[in-house]
Each structure stands twice: as C-alpha cells, then as structure tokens.
C-alpha cells in the first residue's frame, strides 16, 4: 500500500461519518502521489499525517430566543485547519446542513485555496446549523450574537481572521463584529466582508464572482477561446453568481440562466442583472420573480445543465454537477467549466469533462477571489487606509492571473499539461510544505 493511500485509509477510519471531508482529501492526495516520488523526505516529516488533521476543533452550544420568545439552540463550530503560512482564513457558514464533515472539507480545501493566492493566509473554516431563511433581522441579530459570545475567544486579527460563506452576507457579518467589538473593546480586522463604513474594501462583494471570470478568461485565452459573444449558465443566484454574471456582461458574453433551490429561470437573451440583483440582494426573493421583467424568460425545475451553453459555471453548492450532468455539457458542446462554489463537480463529473477535453478550472484555485480579497481588506485594515475601488480589482486581476500561471506550469512539470486540479494541488501543496518543513514538528 501506498503512502497516500494509507493516509487516505486512517482519514476514513478516524472519521468514517464525514464523507464530504473523505472527498476532498481523496481529491488532493492522489494530485500528489508524484510530488511524493520525487520527496521522499515529505513522508518521513509525517507531512500528510499532520495535514489532513485540523490544528484545532472547536464546537460549541449557541442558544437563543425567537421572535415568540422561545429559546432555540443550534451548534457552532469553528475548524482552525493549518496556520503554516499565516492567521486561519475562510468563511462562516450558516445552513442547516453544516456539520463537521462540511466544515472540515471546507477548511481543508482552504488550505490550498489560501496559498495560491501568494498572500499570507492559513486555512480555517466555520459556522452552525442555524438556518438564516425566513429569519427576522432581530432573530439573526440575536443569533449571531450569541454565536459570537463563543467565538470570539479563539479569532483574532493575527489568529483566525473569518468571513462570509452561505447564509452569512453583509447583515450577519454586521450583526458578528457589532458583537466581537463589544466583548474584546477592539477596533481591528478580526472579521472581513464587513461594510464600507467600518472597515470593509471595495470590491470585497465582487471579488469572489469577478475573480472566478478572471481565471476562466486567462484559461480558454490560452487555449484560444474568448469570453467574448459566449453563451453562459450560472447555477446559484448568491454573490458568487450575481457577479460571476456581472463580469461575463462586461467582458461581452451572455448568460442565459441562473438557479437556486426552487428551480433555474432561463431566458435565450440574457438574465438581467439589475432585476436578479433586486430580488435577491433587496427583497431576498427567489429567481421565479426575476419573471416579471423577463417576459420571454421561462422557470424550471430539474438540473439546469440541460441548457446548451458554452461555459458552464457551477456557483451553488458542492456536489451539483454530477456525471450525468457532466454528459449533457459535453453533448452540448459545453467547452469550459468553471468552479464557482467549494467542490461543486462530483469527482466523476470531474474525470469525465477532463477526458473530453472540456477545459476545467478547479474551485480552489477560480473562486479563490473572494478570500484574497478578504486578505487585501486586512492588509487596509492594518493600514488604516482604504484603497479603491479600481485599485482592488487590479490586484484581484493580477492574483487570478498568477493562480492560473502556478497551477498550470506546476500541471506541466508533473507530466499533467492542462490538468489545472493536479496543478492547483501541487502548487498550493508546495507553500504550504516548505513552511511546515521549515517550522518542525507543531
């Protein structure tokens, strides 16, 4: 037996409830099979050992009191994965599905996510069970409240640094460091996503979608395809998606339908960003309204990779595009997949849109926008000083570009050319290795 596959087998063995985890480390251990070939020193460091288990696990009770006066409870949780190169980084997730293998599968891939992005960041993650839908302000205020009565003991601005994720936007990041500030007496950038006026950056919102196109856009440009007059699906209608379709328009292609967990809107001329916007950044509707103001626009249920398109952007959630989706795309004459969401491709989707020659750029590396954004609103916050808009965006753009530089050269070097999964694996991988090797056994 192989030195990854022994790894791999005491991860499932250890915690053999966590199937979302055992998916993404299966993922990242066979990229690096041949990086292990060639340094056999990695595996005497015990290198895989101490990477696939968190730095630090913390679960605890958050209690709170509904608009009828009842006391609820849900339970928070925050997985400090490795700090090898910097503060724990990544989002809080509030979503009744969250649980420890969702939490840990997320902050594992932040590892690798965090060091392609060339800045200082580790890899963490977090989050609760408490559904924020349907939620009054004053519910989700309280709730973050009490989320953060807990939490706020082990994050700080040079500890672990969270932000958003699914179900946590603007409002409860708001609601979070109200609360952090209160209880520490401490102005600084222990949480980013936050609002322009108290601490936040610009194109912070953005950041994630628009860095998701850039990567893409340098991808096909290399194999000779253009953004320019393609005909995109976007699944989800969340941040990502909201500005993934912003950035297409800018760059001249066309998005012809966006989803959420009602159903998909299709319309052959073009989803309106203003209107998607409106409903659900304002009202926090669902796509079906979008309607109104698409009169030629039509709602449906079912997988939206049905729709003939030429990029495919999956912006949801993990594990919606399946190998039958994957064949649809193909069949369609789909020529590039971008991974908007954390490990939205089932592995078999994956293999068979690689083996078909549909380019493929991975999550960790096309959706790392968001969290190097977030890294650049610490560093303004460090200095006290925001920069702009136009300022933000550039540095997001070089970063995207250099993602794709590292992930394809480091795919080339291993015998993988144009394997950008192997590639981000590897070059994400190699930082992080050089500080564990550096730092010793901790």
């Given at each position: 037996m192989g030195y990854v596959q022994e790894v791999y087998d005491q991860v499932v063995a250890?915690?053999?409830?966590?199937?979302?985890?055992?998916?993404?480390?299966?993922?990242?251990?066979?990229?690096?099979?041949?990086?292990?070939?060639?340094?056999?020193?990695?595996?005497?460091?015990?290198?895989?050992?101490?990477?696939?288990?968190?730095?630090?696990?913390?679960?605890f009770?958050?209690?709170?009191?509904?608009?009828?006066?009842?006391?609820?409870?849900?339970?928070?949780?925050?997985?400090?994965?490795?700090?090898?190169?910097?503060?724990?980084?990544?989002?809080?997730?509030f979503h009744p599905s969250t649980y420890s293998g969702i939490v840990k599968f997320l902050g594992f891939e932040q590892i690798f996510k965090n060091s392609l992005t060339g800045l200082p960041i580790g890899g963490g993650k977090g989050g609760s069970d408490f559904d924020p839908k349907g939620k009054s302000d004053g519910e989700v205020m309280r709730f973050c409240q009490s989320f953060m009565n807990e939490l706020y003991h082990h994050i700080g601005a040079n500890i672990d640094v969270p932000a958003g994720d699914i179900g946590v936007g603007g409002r409860e990041i708001g609601y979070l460091y109200g609360q952090y500030k209160k209880l520490t007496r401490n102005y600084d950038g222990v949480l980013t996503g936050k609002g322009l006026t108290y601490g936040g950056s610009l194109g912070r919102k953005e950041a994630t979608g628009y860095g998701l196109v850039y990567f893409v856009d340098e991808m096909i440009k290399a194999r000779?395809?253009?953004?320019?007059?393609?005909?995109?699906?976007?699944?989800?209608?969340?941040?990502?998606?909201?500005y993934a379709l912003?950035?297409?328009?800018?760059?001249?292609?066309?998005?012809?339908?966006?989803?959420?967990?009602?159903?998909?809107?299709?319309?052959p001329n073009g989803i309106d960003i203003c209107t998607l916007k409106q409903v659900k950044e304002v009202k926090r509707g669902r796509v079906k309204d979008c309607?109104?103001?698409?009169?030629?626009?039509e709602f449906g249920t079912g997988s939206i990779w049905k729709i003939k398109c030429d990029i495919a952007l999956p912006c949801a959630t993990q594990n919606e595009l399946n190998e039958e989706d994957?064949?649809?795309?193909?069949?369609?004459?789909?020529?590039?997949?971008?991974?908007?969401?954390?490990?939205?491709?089932?592995?078999?989707?994956?293999?068979?849109?690689?083996?078909?020659?549909?380019?493929?750029?991975?999550g960790k590396a096309c959706n790392a926008g968001g969290v190097a954004t977030s890294a650049l609103e610490m560093s303004q916050n460090s200095m006290r000083?925001?920069?702009?808009?136009?300022?933000v965006d550039a540095r997001l753009r070089t970063i995207m570009k250099n993602i794709y530089i590292q992930s394809s050269e480091a795919a080339a070097e291993y015998g993988q050319k144009d394997n950008l999964i192997i590639?981000?694996?590897?070059?994400?991988?190699?930082?992080?290795?050089?500080?564990?090797?550096s730092q010793g056994i901790v």
């Open positions: 250890r915690d053999p409830h966590e199937p979302e985890f055992h998916q993404a480390v299966k993922e990242v251990l066979e990229s690096l099979e041949p990086v292990f070939e060639r340094h056999p020193e990695f595996q005497k460091a015990g290198i895989l050992e101490r990477l696939v288990e968190p730095e630090r696990q913390i679960f009770r958050v209690p709170w009191v509904d608009d009828e006066g009842k006391i609820q409870v849900n339970r928070g949780m925050r997985i400090q994965f490795n700090s090898a190169i910097g503060p724990y980084k990544g989002g809080l997730r000779g395809k253009t953004i320019k007059d393609s005909t995109v699906v976007i699944s989800g209608s969340g941040n990502v998606a909201i912003e950035k297409i328009n800018q760059l001249g292609g066309k998005v012809v339908a966006v989803s959420d967990s009602s159903g998909y809107i299709y319309d309607l109104s103001c698409q009169p030629e626009g994957a064949r649809s795309l193909i069949a369609n004459g789909c020529f590039a997949v971008g991974e908007g969401a954390n490990m939205p491709c089932t592995p078999e989707a994956a293999k068979l849109l690689i083996a078909n020659n549909v380019m493929f750029a991975p000083f925001p920069w702009t808009f136009e300022e590639g981000a694996n590897i070059s994400g991988f190699l930082k992080v290795v050089d500080a564990m090797m």
